[in-house]
């Protein structure tokens, strides 16, 4: 009898202290600025981004300069000045289309990498699928393939832009595109230079050697390449000094 009191007396036992359960930590959007207007996310982590144009842009890193970045497997028409032209185009109107490609890039929010290996002039090179595929898409851009071949669906989005005319192939698509201009006295000691061309319909990118020297302001058709871009040497495409035909 005794033992039996002892046990229905007996204290309960005493409950387990409930989980802590931590919080995720929270993320911040950064603020854009007047001088970073936009935001990307960069390996992860979203960043405020400045777009030049469709496939530059620039972002700033704390305590260092700031990470300017050329996309990777796709080109857009120069927006520093009316340069381009084929068929019947005017260098007005497509310089319209590349303006157009950088408002697109900076008013999305899209997510991309840094990938091994430089961009040119001391850039990053980085990888923004989405973006590219919407430019493609839009007739707002065009493959620049270097090495290996462009993806198939990016094949696919430019053929269907250039079959439905869209952007800059409303009035055609040249077979080549030259993309950029180098004047042979750009420097004392070379012997040659090249101009670089993409194709439009793999993308890939070559370099048509040459050993001509060209003016400010004129107008280059290389041979072989059915279309045209006028030379403006660096140090006159930007500020107060521009070359007069970008006034």
Known sequence: MLLLIACATK???????AAVVESAPTSVSPTPTAEYPSTLFLDGVEVLASWDDGDTF???????KPLRARLSGFNTL?????VHSWG??????????????GEVAGAGKWTCEVLAGGGGYGRERVD??????ELLSRGLAHLFVFDGEADPDDMAAQALAIE??????????????????????????????YNRVAHTGDGHVEKRMHVDIYTSCSEVCPEA??????YVPYEVRYGDDRAACLQ
Do not use: F
């Open 128 to 133: 923004c699928p989405d973006l590219r595929r």
């Open 78 to 82: 120069e927006s520093y000045g009316p």
């Open 164 to 193: 439905s005319k869209l952007g800059m192939w409303e009035k055609g698509a040249p077979m080549w595109l030259v993309t950029s201009l180098h004047s042979l006295d750009e420097r004392e000691d070379q012997v040659q230079t």
């Open 11 to 17: 204290a309960p036992p005493a409950e387990a202290p």
């Open 58 to 64: 620039a972002s700033p890193r704390d305590g260092e």
């Open 88 to 101: 019947t185009w005017r260098p007005d109107e497509l310089y319209v289309l590349s303006k157009k490609a």
């Open 225 to 230: 390449v059915d279309s045209c871009m006028i």
